[in-house]
C-alpha cells in the first residue's frame, strides 16, 4: 500500500568503513522527529548500522562505491529506511537472510539480516548480480507527540 | 573505540568504551588477542559498560575472545552491558555459548 510521505532525507557516501557511524547517526538525528524512546532510537541505529556495513563488506569487497540511504517519514508515525548499493549483489537472497550465513570476514557474524529483521517491523530484500543490492525497512514508532 | 585492560592473578579485565560496529571491530579484536597472549589469563571479564552503541559486529568480537580463552584453557564472562547492546546479544542467542552477566 502506498502511504503518504511527511518529509524524507537522502545521504549519498562512498563505502568507506569509517562512514558506519556516520550514517546511522544521521539517519537516528533524522528520526529523532518523530521522537522515539531510547530504545526504538537504537534499534534504528543497530539496523542502519548492520545494512551499511553489509553493503560495505559484501557489495564492494574490493573497491570503493556509492551507498544511498533514503530515509522517509510516512503517514502513521513510521520511518521507511531505504538503502543501496551498486555493488555485486547477492545471489541467493533467501540464503543470506538466514542466521549465521555469512561471506564476510571474520569480524562478521552473519547476523546482521536476523538483526534488522527483529529490529524492525518490516524488511524487503531486492538484489540482482552484478547490479547490487536495496534492502528497505519500516519501523513504526510510537510516538509520544503527534509529528507538526 | 577505546580499550582498556588490567591484569591481576591471571585474572584480565577488558574494559571497552564508545561505538562498537565493523569499523572498530578488526582492530579491536587483533589487541584482545595481543594482550591476551601477553597475560595469559585462566578468566577474562570483558566489561561493555562504557559502549554507546554495538552491533553485530560486537557478537564477533565476543566470540573470537571467548575461542581464544578456550584455547589457554581459560574462561570468558561478558559484564556490565548496556540494554542496546543486551538487544543484539540476545537476538543472536549468544547467552547459549557465552556467559552473559
Known sequence: ?148 | MEMNYKSENRQLTITLTGELDHHAAKGLMDSIDRCMEQNLPTKTLLDLGGLTFMDSSGIAVVLRAKRRMEALSGTLVVVNIPRQASRVLETAGLGRYVDLV
Open chain 1, 1 to 148: 500500500m502506498k502511504m503518504k510521505c511527511t518529509n524524507y532525507i537522502t545521504l549519498e557516501f562512498l563505502s568507506h568503513s569509517a562512514n558506519e557511524g556516520f550514517a546511522r547517526g544521521a539517519v537516528a538525528c533524522f528520526a529523532a522527529q518523530l521522537d522515539p524512546t531510547l530504545e526504538e532510537l537504537g534499534d534504528i541505529k543497530t539496523a542502519v548500522s548492520e545494512a551499511v556495513t553489509n553493503a560495505i563488506v559484501h557489495a564492494y569487497p574490493d573497491r570503493l562505491g556509492k551507498i544511498l540511504i533514503k530515509a522517509r517519514i510516512l503517514e502513521g508515525n513510521i520511518l521507511e529506511l531505504s538503502v543501496r548499493d551498486w555493488g555485486r549483489g547477492i545471489a541467493d537472497v533467501e540464503k543470506a537472510r538466514q542466521p549465521l550465513f555469512s561471506t564476510g570476514g571474520e569480524e562478521r557474524s552473519g547476523m546482521g539480516f536476523t538483526i534488522m529483521e527483529s529490529f524492525m517491523d518490516r524488511l524487503a530484500v531486492r538484489s540482482q548480480e552484478g547490479k547490487g543490492t536495496r534492502v528497505t525497512m519500516r519501523r513504526r514508532i510510537q510516538s509520544r507527540r503527534p509529528v507538526q
